[in-house]
């Protein structure tokens, strides 16, 4: 593995391919991190967690991908993945978190007690983002006006296009800013 290494937390349905994670995941590589892309055990699986399911299921997949990793890591997760956040808390790894559950006290507690840098990116639209819980947890923060859960807005698809252009931006100034200044 190279000096730096991004491992993708995929959400529940799409895979580390989608495209959130997947620009999320090309930032981090065009700036020479080695890329992680984790799968999950049961792909059909997280459509029948429970809410106190989740994080016990998706800990034990991020551990395993950063086990044998050294070097500068930054964990990337979207929405599922975001249940990883303990996991960077304990380690004091850096994270890009793609509309993160912040209804679960799972992830809450778990960026809450994050020691590095983390960049939170969610809609208005989203069920599961909280405008001022977001911005009481980090400085680095993306909010989309009416982006719901996949990052779309309403009306034309260019303007859903131009969302995930914003994301990437957003990703890509927070890793040469604050992850690898």
Known sequence: MTARTAVVLPGGQNGPAAPLPMYAAEAAARRGAGVVPVWWDEPDRPLSLTESERGPWVLPQAVNALRDLTGDILLIGRSLGTYGAPLAAERGLPAVW???????????????????????IGGTADSLWDSALAREL???VLEVPEADHGMYV??????????????????????DQVVWA
């Open 98 to 120: 793609l509309t993160p559950v912040l209804t679960s006290a799972w992830v809450v507690d778990g960026l809450r007690r994050a020691t590095a840098p983390f960049l939170l």
């Open 138 to 140: 980090t400085p680095y």
């Open 154 to 175: 309403p009306g034309r698809l260019a303007a859903s296009a131009a969302v995930l252009g914003q994301v990437a931006t957003a990703v890509e100034d927070f890793l």
